[in-house]
């Protein structure tokens, strides 16, 4: 998730988790059957698995935005397994709580993914979404209208987040670096204000932060989209090495997989039942706004575990590397693994996108 439009504040690398569980309980057992796809073996057991009643799946989220899905769309209400929904506040906190073991699953951008790599966080990608529509933006104040005149201006975004690539990204368009810029490092929820109240010239905003300053300047112009940058972004759900290791958490991380990607079917068709359960419940935008807002973006595909997921991811990093974002060039070749992408795969075709 994410790289989800919907995200809230984080400050740093803190060790602070915003807790807020959800269990979704059932028990009843769990068939896997996976073949190859890509050309590899399939790493799940053709056998049956059964899920022991009382067992649980950790799984990382950020600002609600899955919980609710999951919940609205009903996909998960005969899980054999609990999801309990545990509520960070950025990528890099779902990070924090793989590290304080936490988590079995978790969601999160680009950037944050490759920084678990950097860290040496003991994860493999499982999943990967790729946005429908521009679920970010580099919005500038009234009478900014291209990249190239950011040079030595305030620009909002937030480090160590995938709007901390993205905007990397951004400026590169424009032969900019990070070092071109003044940065003004707000959490998540602040870097809309942070256009505001004047503390930034442009900013990496969220769907709805764009939505929002809009509707005060109407005339703020978006400079680019997470669709018109390169390398491609993509969204990352990863999980823990120890609980792809056993046999029981491995058969609900398949089911939940499966969930996933049925649920993001159902948003697709439910959207004005999303609109009002995500957008004006939980975010507390108006009924209006929240439709702008799903209207611009806010769904995603599951796309491949594939050669050019990971080239992209690594492309990122070498362009972090070059704009001195990170202290040394790294390798994300440890976080995908073929046994998994096959699984993962396999889930694919057998749930497909609609």
Avoid: C
Avoid at 94 to 118: C, E, I, R, T, W
Avoid at 150 to 171: D, H, I, M, N, S
């Amino acid at each position: 998730m994410p790289a989800h439009p919907a995200r809230t504040s984080v400050s740093g690398r803190r060790r602070v988790f915003r807790f807020a569980s959800r269990l979704v309980p059932l028990t009843v057992p769990l068939s896997l059957s996976l073949v190859a796809v890509g050309g590899g073996t399939a790493s799940a057991t053709t056998a049956a698995t059964k899920i022991p009643a009382g067992t649980v799946l950790n799984i990382g989220d950020q600002g609600q935005d899955l919980e609710t899905l999951i919940d609205s769309s009903g996909v998960a209400k005969n899980a054999p397994f609990k999801l309990n929904f545990i509520e960070f506040d950025s990528g890099p906190l779902v990070d924090a709580g793989f590290a304080a073991k936490q988590l079995d699953v978790g969601f999160m951008g680009d950037l944050p993914a490759s920084l678990a790599v950097q860290s040496g966080l003991p994860v493999k990608a499982i999943a990967i979404t790729e946005a429908i529509g521009s679920s970010e933006y580099l919005l500038a104040k009234p009478g900014i209208t291209k990249i190239s005149q950011l040079k030595g201006r305030p620009v909002a975004y937030t480090t160590g987040t995938a709007e901390q690539a993205f905007a990397l990204r951004a400026l590169a368009t424009a032969g900019l670096t990070q070092k071109d810029v003044k940065q003004v490092n707000v959490s998540l929820q602040q870097l809309g204000t942070a256009l505001e109240s004047g503390s930034a010239d442009a900013s990496v905003v969220s769907v709805e932060q764009k939505v929002d300053y809009q509707e005060q300047a109407p005339t703020a112009k978006v400079l680019a989209t997470v669709n018109t940058t390169k390398p491609p972004s993509y969204g990352y759900t990863l999980a823990t090495t120890t609980a792809l290791n056993n046999p029981v958490k491995l058969a609900a991380i398949n089911d939940f997989t499966k969930y996933l990607i049925e649920a993001s079917n159902w948003q697709k068709t439910h959207k004005s039942q999303f609109i009002n359960d995500y957008y004006v419940t939980v975010e507390h935008q108006t009924p209006a706004a929240a439709k702008l807002i799903l209207a611009a973006g806010g769904t995603e595909n599951y796309v491949p575990i594939s050669s050019v997921v990971q080239s992209a991811l690594q492309e990122m990093v070498k362009l972090l590397a070059g704009a001195g974002a990170v202290p040394k060039y790294y390798s994300v070749a440890s976080l995908f693994d073929q046994a998994q992408a096959n699984r993962y795969n396999a889930i694919l075709k057998e749930v497909p996108q609609k």
